[in-house]
């Protein structure tokens, strides 16, 4: 990945925010096929089919290899799932994560959501992920450094006993679907980069985190992400732009 952070113009904007409309409205419809006895595919399928009819193309299909539009994480597999004959099932809670590519910019989200009734710490798992985005959105204000965010999320994880994911970590969006900088959701080593935050800068925060503890592993299919002591995992990602003020989540949908 290339170190330059690249401060999208108003028309980049423009354009940004309408692939990112289109990557929430095709999150909303993974969200809506998380029902007992579909299987990853359908959901995979759902969100695909939104895109495309959106006029836009899904970014992961073909990146790296990836196999699908849609990554599609249950239970255990905390990202990078790949969608196939698994059947959902009641109790279930299943994460989503796809790109959409529209006129050259990519819009990126993600969220975790429960299949008919989960338990109680798995309904606290997915309401601590998404408030972790939200407490790192506070620092993500021009002016305020990349760590303020990671160590807000970092910092409300723990303190609900949970932890966060180290090996993969949120992104500068744009043209690229990884540009600079680096958004962990942890506080990190004077020596990384950790630069301030300016208007026009495009990002994806993207808490990833596990009831248990945050060593990850990687399955044999080359992709999925499972947490190492198979424990719960949730992920909740939006695209965001850094302003003067509030900063304006890019990916926001009615039911997020
Ligand atoms: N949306 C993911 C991210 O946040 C990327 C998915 S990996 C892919 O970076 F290979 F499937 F594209
Ligand atoms: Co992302």
């Given at each position: 990945m290339s170190d330059t952070i690249y401060i999208k113009s108003k028309s980049e904007i423009e354009i940004l925010r309408q692939a990112a409309k289109i990557a929430a409205g095709a999150r909303s419809m993974g969200r809506q096929a998380?029902?007992?006895?579909?299987?990853t595919r359908q959901i995979d399928k759902a969100v695909h089919e939104f895109i495309v009819k959106s006029g836009?193309?899904?970014?992961?299909?073909?990146?790296?290899?990836?196999?699908?539009a849609t990554c599609v994480s249950v239970n255990e597999e905390v990202i990078h799932g790949i969608p196939g004959r698994r059947v959902v099932r009641n109790g279930d809670i299943v994460s989503i994560d796809l790109c959409a590519t529209y006129r050259g910019f990519i819009g990126d989200c993600a969220g975790t959501y429960p299949c008919g009734e989960v338990s109680d710490e798995a309904k606290r798992l997915i309401e601590v992920t998404r408030q972790a985005f939200f407490e790192g959105l506070r620092f993500a204000?021009?002016?305020?450094?990349i760590s303020d965010i990671g160590g807000a999320v970092q910092d409300y994880v723990e303190a609900n006993g949970y932890s966060v994911v180290r090996d993969f970590v949120g992104h500068g969006i744009g043209?690229?679907?990884?540009?600079?900088?680096e958004v962990p959701n942890y506080r990190t080593q004077r020596a990384r980069p950790n630069p301030r935050l300016v208007k026009g800068m495009t990002i994806c925060v993207e808490p990833m985190v596990c009831a248990g503890d945050w060593h990850v592993e990687i399955l044999d299919d080359g992709w999925t992400v499972v947490s190492r002591d198979r424990s719960l995992a949730a992920h909740y990602e939006n695209t965001i732009l850094i302003t003067d003020g509030e900063p304006e989540i890019l990916t926001m949908a009615d039911d997020i």
């Open positions: 998380v029902r007992d006895g579909l299987t836009a193309k899904p970014s992961c299909l073909g990146y790296a290899g990836f196999p699908a204000k021009a002016g305020y450094r043209r690229d679907m990884h540009e600079a900088p």
